[in-house]
């Protein structure tokens, strides 16, 4: 396997492995609302932590980012925008209707990458692309028709997946960015968006609930705000930007197959035939995508002033 095979190979698992983690999201996400944690309190909250933790390190390292802020405002206002759109699309419509608009992403991820990177347009591109939305539709319900925005929440996911895609393209062209710089942007723009949304969101003369907070909530969040989101947000953006947006779509669809999974052992939430055909052509997806061989084309990255460190 030549170095750069095993590179597409190594960042296709990070990918993949983030997708598996926050399809798990709904674990912790519930054992916050148990606590009194409002939607776009928590991931406010998220974004707020991670912000902070990384603050020292951008300014400290403010030389190693300044030549590619333009890349990293980009990858943090399309990225950050995605994620806040998201979060509040599950608050404001049926979990079902986000998820499936949502990944409508690897369509979107493909045109982009066409357009604006110059990818090559495969045959098992769009069968792979085909086979994952497929899958998705067949595990949130096909018997419910192919979505069609209907309210303000369905319009949320539908844009987010828009936004993310865009911001897959990006992550693709700033490769000579700093991970750290990429982590700190997305973290930024996903919390000036959740703000913007929240306050919008917020009735006139309503006001945000705080939970009570005890030593238990503050330990469990900072654990999984700093423990399991930073990493998983970290490794996703640097496989991200080491692969063609669509694939990138595609191997996200495995947090739709971990979703379903957990919440079948874990809940009493069924997994039947339905779920199994579903699982199946999604995994059949990821397969096809993974093992194809690399279709040339022309990637345009962005390129940093000479004497400016990289990673």
């Known amino acids: 396997m030549s170095a750069t095979a095993a590179n597409t190979l190594k960042a296709s698992i990070a990918v993949g492995v983030s997708g598996a983690i926050w399809g798990c999201f709904w674990i912790p996400a519930r054992y916050f609302d148990a606590k009194g944690m409002q939607d776009g309190l928590v991931s406010t909250s998220l974004f707020a932590a991670t912000f902070v933790l990384l603050l020292p390190w951008a300014v400290l390292r403010w030389r190693q980012w300044w030549g590619n802020a333009r890349a990293l405002a980009l990858i943090g206002f399309w990225a950050g925008t995605a994620f806040a759109l998201y979060t509040n699309a599950l608050v404001l419509t049926e979990v079902v209707r986000t998820l499936l608009l949502f990944y409508l992403t690897p369509v979107w991820a493909t045109i982009f990458g066409v357009l604006m990177l110059g990818e090559r347009l495969s045959f098992i591109r769009i069968v792979a692309v085909l086979l994952g939305v497929s899958g998705g539709l067949v595990i949130l319900g096909l018997d419910l028709g192919f979505p069609v925005p209907r309210n303000s929440g369905d319009w949320m996911a539908l844009a987010a997946g828009v936004c993310w895609a865009i911001g897959s393209v990006y992550m693709t062209r700033a490769q000579s960015a700093a991970i750290l710089g990429q982590t700190f942007a997305y973290a930024f723009g996903a919390l000036v968006m959740s703000v913007v949304l929240m306050a919008w969101l917020t009735p006139a003369g309503g006001a945000i609930t705080l939970p009570p907070l005890d030593f238990e909530l503050v330990a469990a969040f900072l654990v999984f705000a700093l423990g399991v989101n930073l ?46 055909l579903g699982t199946a052509l999604i995994i059949a997806a990821v ?13 345009k990255t962005e390129t940093q002033p000479a004497g400016t460190p990289g990673k």
């Open 287 to 299: 397969l096809v995508e993974v093992t194809r061989s690399a279709s040339p084309g022309t990637v």
């Open 231 to 276: 990493p998983c947000m970290t490794v996703l953006l640097w496989g991200a930007g080491q692969l063609s947006p669509g694939r990138v779509g595609i191997l996200l669809c495995l947090e739709m197959v971990f979703g379903v999974v957990s919440a079948a052992v874990l809940t009493e939430e069924p997994f039947g035939l339905r779920e199994t």
